[in-house]
């Protein structure tokens, strides 16, 4: 069974940094595009950053370009994303998806098929 579950999440002071860990089970993430995106109360789920299976070509967010960094460890099945320099805005639940069908970067949480629990990420000012 596909599983993946999430890590690293935590308060922060602003200007700081967090990694964040998607560890998937069942699968080999190497294989698949997977996604990192976040969600507030209200407000629909919305991508951060992403790493195609088929190149590891990346796409990120305007808001997080120059900031935050999705990597890959395929030895360890694990999907990364560092996180610097912090604001307030960053706070958020976030999420790891698997999109088991694209070949490319995919930036639609719809497309995702599998996805993990979430960690939440607090940035204090």
């Known amino acids: 069974q596909a599983q993946l579950a999430e890590s690293g999440g935590g308060l922060v002071q602003s200007g700081g940094s967090l990694r964040l860990s998607c560890r998937g089970s069942?699968?080999?993430?190497?294989?698949?595009?997977i996604g990192w995106f976040r969600q507030t109360p209200g407000k629909e789920r919305e991508v951060v950053a992403c790493i195609s299976s088929s190149d590891s070509s990346t796409y990120y967010a305007d808001s997080v370009k120059g900031r935050f960094t999705i990597s890959r460890d395929n030895a360890k099945n694990t999907v990364y994303l560092q996180m610097n320099s912090l604001k307030h805005e960053n706070t958020a639940d976030y999420y790891c998806?698997?999109?088991?069908?694209?070949?490319?970067?995919?930036?639609?949480?719809?497309?995702?098929?599998?996805w993990g629990q979430g960690t939440q990420v607090t940035v204090s000012s």
């Open positions: 998806g698997a999109d088991i069908e694209a070949m490319g970067v995919s930036e639609l949480s719809y497309e995702y098929n599998y």
């Open positions: 069942g699968f080999t993430l190497e294989y698949n595009t």
